[in-house]
């Protein structure tokens, strides 16, 4: 049963720590998205990727943000500095391939961050 | 994975009854939508999807009805389950376009 994967599930960490989300997609996957979900604003693409390069990163606040896929079975999310308004649940999603985002996505179960 | 909270539309359903969870997009020129369901602690799942040429698409239990007119989306449930209890979300890709938005949620609870 094939299925995106996000490590860690859950991570606590202090202001100003840097932190690194990863996800593995879907094997044959050519896109990659990351949404941030959060009580006030839903849920927010930040990122997506095809083919492992970046194709829109406008979502994401640039200053602390950094979106990377060193290869095509690892996508990462980076915040260094963190802030405690990055708290919020992380989602990883990979689209079969086809026409970029209205590619059928199939979300990884997140990673929830705390930001104390 | 979270359900987005304590501040969502909230329907209630018997079980067995049909389901209807509305949605409002805003832009005009999106032409295409996707319903998601997301369970409490899991990530959103692709339910149904619909391209503006079309006005209802059919699943397995599910029915999706688009009115661009008053761009207004539904999604109907027949015989709704108490597995179907999620958080249910509309998203819209606006034409030319290549970002998935996503309209708040609506809570759906079934009750026994």
């Known amino acids: 049963d094939a299925r995106v994967t996000q490590t860690p599930r859950h991570k606590v960490t202090e202001m100003g720590q840097e932190v690194t989300m990863r996800c593995q997609p879907i094997?044959?996957?050519?896109?990659v998205f990351w949404y941030r979900q959060t009580m006030m604003q839903g849920l927010e693409l930040l990122a997506y990727f095809r083919n492992r390069a970046p194709l829109d990163d406008s979502g994401m606040p640039k200053d602390r943000f950094s979106a990377e896929m060193p290869d095509a079975t690892l996508a990462t999310l980076k915040i260094q500095p963190s802030e405690p308004r990055d708290s919020a649940v992380y989602f990883c999603?990979?689209?079969?391939?086809?026409?970029?985002?209205?590619?059928?996505?199939?979300f990884g179960p997140g990673t929830r961050l705390t930001v104390l | 994975g979270e359900s987005v909270g304590l501040h969502l539309p909230t329907l209630s359903v018997q079980e067995g009854d049909n389901s209807i969870i509305n949605c409002a997009y805003s832009?005009?020129?999106?032409?295409?939508f996707i319903w998601y369901k997301q369970e409490s602690g899991k990530g959103p799942q692709f339910i149904i999807d619909i391209r503006s040429n079309m006005d209802k698409r059919q699943g397995q239990r599910v029915t999706v009805l688009l009115n661009k007119t008053v761009k207004h989306l539904s999604l109907q449930i027949a015989a709704t389950q108490p597995g179907d209890s999620a958080v249910y979300f509309c998203a819209e890709v606006p034409g030319g376009g290549n970002k998935l938005t996503f309209g708040t949620g609506t809570q759906l609870k079934v009750e026994l």
């Open positions: 094997l044959g996957h050519n896109t």
């Open positions: 832009n005009s020129a999106s032409d295409y």
């Open positions: 999603a990979s689209g079969s391939p086809g026409t970029g985002v209205t590619d059928t996505q199939y």
